[in-house]
């Protein structure tokens, strides 16, 4: 089992996998992923900063 202070973000076969680690309000971001990936990276990050902000 993680911290809550890392998330792992999982995408499809084939397509790069993410971890965002957390530190008060700021995030990290590893391995973001390959480039025609880019709007679904975006809003995976997007939807779990905005869980981490609640």
Do not use: C
Not at 3 to 29: D, Y
Not at 38 to 49: E, K, R
């Amino acid at each position: 089992m993680l911290p809550e202070s890392v998330l792992v973000i999982e995408r499809g076969w084939l397509s790069s996998n993410s971890i965002l680690f957390f530190e008060g309000k700021q995030a990290a971001l590893i391995d973001s992923g390959y480039v025609t990936h880019a709007a679904q990276t975006v809003s995976l990050v997007a939807n779990a900063l905005a869980g981490a902000a609640t």
